[in-house]
């Protein structure tokens, strides 16, 4: 059984590499004078990939290899479509691949030794609302919310470190199976979510609250708190399109982006003109126009990614994704005690909502809200936390595989 | 935990539900939405397009270009050897100005990306042709077109002219025109012209059709009540009704008219007493028979001429002005020139069309879905209202559009508006016993349609009917 799952999993690795080399000998065809230069791309791509599978299955005993590969496939994608955009990009992104694996496996390891320790939950929320109030007393504006901070060269967006401890601390409050102050936690979850709104950070505001209540509803299986807690974010909502200009400006956008295409419909409506002209087959690799598209390395890369490669390539990512979601749901199953099963199925539910955010976001399906597409968008901290997301669960998998052995 | 378990089984469920819509919406964005959003003019990939193909010609009838392009060197340049009097109905194509008319209804169609099949295209691009677009063959006879646009001699105004057996479109005009080529160098012009050329009055204009839609008036009278035919009424010159005086025209008699010659001298007196009897709903209904308030699914656009629904209590006024086509109804002349398509045909509506067929770089051609007329009037009715217009040209206010030797039957109008005199409305065709074009023409503010309008009807039936004949 192992054999056949193992040997599954090389093939699986070997097809993902086959398919980065087609692409970037795509991408060398395309350059004129023909470069070799997207090649090495697809080489140190490999090599990544290779050595920390190898690492991963040698140094993490018990893991669930699956959530590395496919994580790994994702990444070739965004990596293939930053290299057709942006080549600049492309380098720097592959280093956060780099860095991302070695996360991995550095949370993996971390999560499966300390997940028995048991630490405050309020701690946890301390970080949160500290890596949340940061942007706010000393962050730089970006794309209309102030939800970054600036670090030398680098920027960093503490809502995604925020969004692990978040979960951590939602976890180790509700473990017992039952809200003990149901007032407390209610403020608690609001201060959270309250700075995310400050920050103007509606789609980060939106995932926290909607992660909060599923866990509160998992781990305690009230149907009134649940029904409560998604009233109150439906009149959030309606109360915030009445109040707040800029959410009013989005939903309009998506009722009818035609009524200003040169305004405030005008990225909903390149982007749906890209999927548009992708078609069910794609225009091809390097023959459609995703310069067209705004922030298309980061909010938008699947517009472009649909554009070139249809319908069917789209269809397939989303279903990718969707393997991730299941994988973390199994791992939330297989868990024996209800923190990391809460613990993992938070990140799982984390993970899954934010790729249905920006998806169903980009294809008009639901109100667009500027949050990442994990493992595609151009980015180091989305990358890494993506990367981390994943090591919690793989670490906890790991730790329940090693009860299993030892007992 | 059990429950916990169960719980994160009923998430995972969530989530099946929310990818699989993710899936679901992107195939219907797909198969649905996707070429409405190719050809948005605001679609930049669509100019690239532009750039990348010939696009195709536009032909009349008889095969003369229309719309042509012409490559100087690198430049590719758009071309209307059709001149003012096609501006307003084949429109313009330009980067900067963005697209109107048939340039812009038939752009997939020009460009080439109008064909889906995934296999054409590869033998196109094979054999080297997918950088052309398709050519474009109209049901327009561009000497017949040319001939009533200058028959206008620059009055503001519009002509159309159709087949009635079938609905193909032989002549649109509007008037004043102008000549889409170099179109940077008049837009300003253009665009503060009052006379507005860039507006295609044949297609968009609505007007009130006045004493021409008597036509309506009568047949629903003949068929709601038949022995309206035999009766006489008397008109003192002008009738009175909730305070509002409704006058004849200046030299009409008073005295006893029966319908013939009431229709023939075009009075509006008995016509609101007729209307009187016939009553508000089958009046309405009689208008949406003959194509009022429904919107057209053609090959180009053409504004919805409308007659509001009556009301429930009161509207005597507004029945006596409906009656005289008056008060609220609005007609294109395209609307108007089925109306006579209709009484031409014994009673059969026809769908107009200007498409005649598209061929593709291949040679491929492909016919339009032609929409077969439908019958909306009884031909004994419609017979017996040919009649009475075939005596108002020959006897009545239609003698100016009378030929020798061709039997026109015709109406006309001289319709009351906010802007002046008249507008002037001929509506007719010809030959009577077996029609071959109906044509409906209205000059604004001309005066009585009779004068101004007949003639122009009059050459247009004439020209076409010599033509036909050689």
Redesign the interface.
Same mark, same amino acid.
């Given at each position: 059984m192992e054999l056949k799952m193992e040997a599954i999993y090389n093939k699986t690795l070997s097809a993902t590499a086959l398919i980065g080399f087609i692409a970037f000998t795509l991408l060398s065809m395309k350059t004129s004078p023909f470069s070799p230069e997207p090649l090495y791309g697809a080489i140190t791509f490999s090599a990544i990939m290779l050595m920390g599978y190898f690492l991963t299955n040698y140094l993490l005993s018990g893991q669930d290899p699956a959530l590395f590969i496919l994580s790994s496939f994702i990444t070739q994608l965004g990596l293939i479509m930053l290299y057709r955009i942006n080549p600049a990009a492309f380098s720097k992104q592959i280093n956060w691949y780099a860095i991302g694996v070695l996360t991995f496996i550095l949370s993996s390891a971390v999560v499966r030794y300390c997940i028995k320790i048991r630490i405050n939950p309020y701690f946890f929320l301390a970080v949160t609302v500290m890596l949340l109030a940061m942007p706010l007393l000393f962050g730089v504006e970006k794309g209309g919310s102030r939800s970054w901070i600036q670090l030398a060269n680098y920027s960093f967006q503490p809502s995604e470190p925020a969004k692990v401890t978040f979960v951590l601390y939602l976890a180790g409050k509700l473990k017992h199976g039952k809200v003990e102050n149901l007032l407390r936690l209610s403020a608690e979850i609001l201060v959270v979510v309250g700075l995310l709104t400050l920050a103007k950070d509606l789609g980060g505001a939106m995932l926290f609250y909607l992660a909060a209540v599923a866990l509160v509803f998992a781990a305690t299986s009230r149907i009134d708190i649940t029904a409560a807690g998604l009233a109150a974010a439906g009149i959030a909502a309606v109360s915030g399109y009445y109040f707040f200009a800029h959410v009013r400006i989005r939903v309009e956008a998506w009722l009818n982006p035609w009524q200003d295409v040169p305004g405030r419909g005008y990225q909903i409506v390149q982007s749906l003109f890209a999927i548009a002209q992708g078609g069910f087959f794609g225009t091809g690799l390097g023959m459609g126009h995703p310069e067209y598209i705004p922030a298309v390395t980061t909010d938008f890369i699947f517009s472009g990614f649909s554009e070139e490669f249809g319908f069917l390539g789209a269809a397939a990512l989303t279903v990718v994704y969707f393997l991730l979601v299941y994988r973390g749901i199994k791992i939330s199953l297989s868990a024996k005690e209800s923190f990391s099963a809460l613990a993992a199925l938070g990140i799982t539910t984390m993970f899954g909502l934010q790729i249905f955010t920006i998806i169903g976001g980009v294809i008009k399906l639901i109100p667009l809200t500027g949050v990442t597409l994990p493992f595609m968008s151009y980015g180091g901290s989305s990358m890494i936390m993506s990367f981390i997301s994943l090591g919690i669960l793989n670490g906890i998998r790991q730790s329940e595989r090693g009860e299993e052995a030892d007992g | 935990?059990d429950?916990? %378990?169960? =719980? +994160?089984?009923? +998430?995972?469920v969530i989530?099946?539900g929310?990818?699989i819509?993710? +899936?679901v919406?992107?195939?219907y964005?797909?198969a649905y939405? %996707?070429d409405r959003? +190719?050809q948005?003019s605001? =679609?930049? %990939?669509l100019w690239?397009q532009e750039d990348k193909v010939l696009r195709g010609t536009i032909y009349d009838a008889k095969g003369r270009p229309l719309a042509d392009t012409v490559v100087e060197g690198n430049i590719k340049k758009r071309v209307y050897p059709g001149g003012e009097a096609f501006g307003p109905l084949i429109g313009y194509s330009d980067r900067r100005f963005g697209r109107a008319g048939l340039e812009d209804a038939l752009n997939s169609e020009l460009l080439g990306v109008a064909e889906k099949d995934?296999m054409v295209l590869l033998r196109q691009k094979i054999l080297g042709v997918s950088d052309r677009g398709s050519g474009v063959y109209l049901t327009i006879d561009s000497q017949l077109q040319g001939t009533a646009y200058r028959l206008f001699r620059g009055r503001r105004g519009a002509l159309v002219a159709m087949d009635p057996s079938t609905g193909a479109l032989l002549a649109v005009v509007s008037s004043p025109g102008y000549d889409a080529e170099n179109l940077s160098n008049k837009w300003e012009g253009l665009l503060d012209n009052p006379d507005k050329p860039l507006i295609n009055r044949a297609t968009q204009g609505l007007y009130p059709p006045g004493s021409a839609f008597k036509i309506i008036t009568l047949a629903a009278a003949l068929t709601s009540h038949p022995e309206i035919e035999k009766k006489t009424y008397y008109t003192p010159g002008y009738v009175k009704i909730n305070g509002r005086i409704i006058r004849d025209y200046e030299h009409l008699r008073p005295g006893d008219y029966d319908l013939r010659a009431a229709f023939r001298y075009s009075c509006n007196t008995v016509f609101i007493q007729i209307g009187q009897e016939v009553g508000p709903d089958n009046l309405f209904s009689m208008a949406e028979a003959f194509g009022f308030n429904a919107k057209l699914d053609t090959d180009i656009p053409i504004a919805t001429s409308t007659m509001p629904k009556p009301p429930a209590l009161g509207g005597e006024v507004e029945l006596a002005e409906d009656s005289i086509g008056q008060g609220k109804i609005l007609a294109t002349p395209l609307q108007m020139a089925r109306v006579a398509s209709v009484i031409a045909s014994g009673g059969k509506l026809a769908t107009p069309y200007i498409v005649q067929k598209v061929v593709s770089p291949l040679g491929f051609e492909k016919s339009y879905n032609v929409q077969m007329p439908r019958e909306v009037l009884d031909k004994t009715v419609a017979d017996k209202v040919k009649a009475l217009m075939v005596d108002v040209v020959k006897n009545g206010t239609g003698r100016p559009a009378g030929i020798n030797g061709i039997t026109v039957a015709g109406k006309t109008g001289s319709a009351e508006n906010p802007h002046g005199k008249t507008h002037a409305w001929f509506v007719g065709f010809a030959p009577a016993e077996n029609p071959k074009i109906a044509v409906a023409a209205v000059v604004e503010n001309a005066g009585s349609g009779g004068a101004n309008a007949g003639p122009i009807v009059k050459q247009v039936i004439l020209q076409y009917i010599t033509g036909l004949k050689k």
């Open positions: - | 935990m429950k916990l %378990r169960k =719980n +994160i089984k009923i +998430i995972f989530f099946c929310l990818f819509s993710l +899936i919406y992107m195939s964005f797909t939405e %996707r959003l +190719i948005s605001y =679609n930049r %990939r690239e995934p």
